[in-house]
């Protein structure tokens, strides 16, 4: 019982390393997705071929790859390393899904019909006007599906950070298999299992509040 307590102890202090790299790339990475998305849908077409090359390269190239790239690139072009590694993982992690957000946001935005926008200018209403009183609430309800499941994505792709030495579950679970005990790989399961049922959840709350809104 108390091999347990102690395992519990230790996979639910990496588990908070999870959480808190899960927190802060959603607080940093949902709104410089819309960023992106803003420059990739910009009339001017060197700046949103350029976001659109930016994205392309991003989604094309493994999460893991982009971690060494920002941990060691800086050090290797500037003599300026990034000394803690868990500030590498963080921004890598956040360009990383503000690029998949951004393709999602677009999808969004695209999707509300061109007639609501002309019916928001028949009012004489401004361009910042029409996209946060008519498309935003619009925009919203359609990207909840995809959103929960790129952010259920993230939950998992956290044990990612490992891979620069990050002091994540997994982590912690490996370094007691390099004792010969092995069940504590599998307990993480547990602890992932948990988190993402509850963010289940909240998203199927979130849909079901929008549920009133059928455009």
């Known amino acids: 019982m108390s091999d347990f307590i102690s395992v519990s102890t230790e996979l639910l202090k990496g588990f908070g390393e999870n ?24 009339k001017f077409k060197p700046l949103k071929w350029l976001a659109k090359t930016f994205v392309w390269i991003i989604r094309g190239t493994p999460l893991m790859l982009q971690l060494f790239v920002v941990l060691y690139v800086p050090g ?6 990034i000394k ?20 999602i946001y677009r999808g969004g935005i695209e999707s509300v019909p061109i007639g609501q926008y002309e ?26 599906p995809p959103m929960s499941n790129e952010i259920i994505t993230l939950v ?7 891979v620069i030495a990050v002091a994540e579950i997994i982590m912690a679970a490996d370094r007691f ?19 993402n049922g509850l963010l289940t959840i909240i998203f199927g709350k979130i849909e079901k509040k929008l549920d009133y809104y059928r455009g």
């Open 19 to 42: 959480i808190k790299l899960f927190g802060l790339t959603l607080l940093f990475s949902l709104p410089l997705g819309l960023v992106v998305t803003f420059c990739t849908t910009s």
């Open 119 to 144: 019916a928001g200018q028949v009012l004489g209403m401004t361009k910042g006007q029409i996209f946060f009183k008519i498309v935003l609430m619009q925009v919203v309800k359609k990207i909840i």
């Open 84 to 103: 803690v590694r868990f500030t590498a993982a963080l921004i890598a992690f956040v360009i990383n899904y503000s690029c998949y957000f951004s393709e």
């Open 76 to 81: 290797l072009l500037f003599n300026t390393p």
């Open 177 to 195: 298999s390099a004792r010969g005990v092995i069940w504590p790989l599998f307990y993480t399961g547990a602890f992932f299992l948990i988190f």
């Open 156 to 162: 998992k792709d956290t044990s990612l950070a490992r």
